[in-house]
């Protein structure tokens, strides 16, 4: 039998774990036609939770945006038109924003094997400043029958933009006007969305509302666990599940990760134990090696040794003399320089709680080879 645990994509269906107030919550918002920026941890599952929570609500539409990556007003113009052909495949209405969207030679083809429509725009016609108008008119479009929620993804990539002052201006001012219709902003990297939504300065200031998106709920997901093994005919306790979850730091893709390691070092009729971590830890390891290695390879040798301080202690207060004994440094100032990369390089952030690993693995990976 396959796998039963699935991680770097959108889960849906059995793959997905219910996770009921949160989609209810989400749902009212886009009954409001309320906007909401919906942040969370890189992994944690925002993105399979909003197409499940969206899809059905009022008849609705996903208008389905991935920003993820883009470099220019291009590629965003760009994203947005393929957004808006995948949303609505009548042909009519395929026709007609086609048209409307003439002056950035739009062409349509399907895809091969779902079928599905692709607009696709002329790149360089996409950088024009006034193709943006444009691309928001055919959202605007599609929208139009009341029935439409966008959602844009890594909506914080598009500060990658040279001009985002002026793209986002352009854009929030477009959508200020859609009172009606539900637009949801998903970022992954908290400073970035802050600063989009919640400086005063910003364009999109307080244009929509926050909504965090954490771990899954502790019992559900280890009951998700225990009957996706049994599906597959092995067991595993609650107990078991708990610290699997736990291991993972409560991630969502990293715990399904762990999971399907260790679905891979057992085999059937086996009934999982603290024994097997360490095992599905090395397969996890195995295959993150050459990213983490990458990772490692980025760093001077005073970033590393701040990581490591961190991997060892991450409660520790990083500029105390403490933490400064044990990564054998004597200027705070350094550390401070250092955790800056660390942070620029996204490998750790800071939480109310003190810096956070944004991949517990890495954590454990430092860890390990320190020694
Ligand atoms: N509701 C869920 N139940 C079980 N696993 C989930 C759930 N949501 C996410 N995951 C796990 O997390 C991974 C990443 O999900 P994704 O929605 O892409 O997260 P994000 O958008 O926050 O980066 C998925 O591949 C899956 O392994
Ligand atoms: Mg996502």
Redesign the pocket.
Known sequence: MDNP???????SGD?????TKAERELRGFVKAGQNVFVQ??????????V??AVSGVRGERLVYVDLYCIGSQSDLCRRIAEGVGRANSSMPFLKRVMAFASRLRPSLSFDSIDGSPKITVDAFAAEEPASLGIVMSMLENVASDGKSCIVF?EFQDILRIKDSERVLAEMRGRIQFQEDVPYLF?G?VRHEMWRIFTDTKSPFYKSAAAYD?GE?DVDD?SG?IVSRFEKGRRRISRDMARLTIATASG???????LCAALWDVTESGHVVTEADIPSALEVVFMRERKGFEKAVSMLTSTQLRVLRGLAEQPKLRVFGSEFLKRVGMTNAGAVSKALKRLEAHDLVHETAGGYRFGDSFFRQWILKTAT
């Open positions: 645990f699935r991680y770097g994509c959108v889960v793959h997905f774990c219910e996770r969370g941890e890189r992994r944690m599952g925002k993105t399979s939770l197409r499940k993804d998903l992954s998106v899954i997901f998700f991630v969502s893709g990293d715990v399904q990760e």
